[in-house]
């Protein structure tokens, strides 16, 4: 620990992303990204931008970015929404604006692992609370309290949306800030964007960066009452969203056609992938994400599997946590990059 450094920051070592490699040539299965490029008329917003405006700072509202959000999630108007530097700001900003430090929050494990930094950054507590061996939430969790309750819906990474009527009743007994992360929502059956309306508790949160090909301009959004978006505007940075991107995610989410088109081919490739890692002998949960959570319990070791899909230049995810050691974590590519794969997987266990 430097010695300048906050004390709190001696035992956290902070989030690791996924491997972004600096050379060419490899498959990246590894980071949940969206393999299409985002829709044309993002470009075209861009390309038709006055870069004289570039040196008037941005909209801090993002306006016309919020309003178009709220009419596509089917709310009553912007003042439902706010946005963010990609929805780990978002994340962040909620720790911010609802949670004291010494707070519990409740998570299930496993889970996206940025909310457990995000606790300790902040100085409060997270109770776990396992799923079960189908990767559903259990009753111990539906009888949890908390602060705040982060609820991954569909879950990463696991891919399993958990029933919306528990979730609802959840939502109904939890006292206090339930916030439904809907990061893969696009990928899967149905949502819970219809809640804020209905609990003035509820939080649902969505990202640009997976069902519509944006994660490089990083655009989050979080949808809840007035009264609670009020308290997200207090404590964000004034300017949290750039010009380009505000620009680029109102003509991404105007253009639903073509989000709802790369999003059917995403889950196509999905089902036909899974069939393949279950012939493999993979165990595979059912997913309602761009990825799937592939379980292994032969030989080389799941560990042995990710190094040598490395060898061949195949990347995917591998987490040494308790539960998923055994598993590997691929996003959802082109077919061909799935076939890559396959065929690189094949090679490795069949050796
Ligand atoms: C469950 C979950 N929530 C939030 C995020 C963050 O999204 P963003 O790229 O908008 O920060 C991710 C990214 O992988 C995720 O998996």
Redesign the pocket.
Known sequence: MNKYGRKILADVDGYTPGEQPREGGFVKLN??ENPYPPSPKVLEAIQTMDMADLRKYPDPMATALRRACARCYGVPGEDWVVVGN???EI?AMALRAFVDPGDTIVAAYPT?T?YEVLCRLHGCSLNYIPLDDDFQLTPEFYAARGRLCFL?RPN?PTGVAYPREEVKRFCDAFKGIVLI?E??VDFGDDSCMDFPEQFDNVIVTR???KSYGL?GL???TAVARPELIREFVKIKDSYNLNTFSQAAGLAAIEDQDYMKMRTAQIRASRARLRDALLDMGFLVPESSSNFLLARWNGTPSAAALFEALREHHVLVRYFPQPRLKNALRISIGTDEECDRLIDALRDIITR
């Open positions: 980071t949940n990609g929805m780990d994340l996206y940025l991954t990463a992360d990061a893969y990202t640009f960066s994660a990083r655009i989050g």
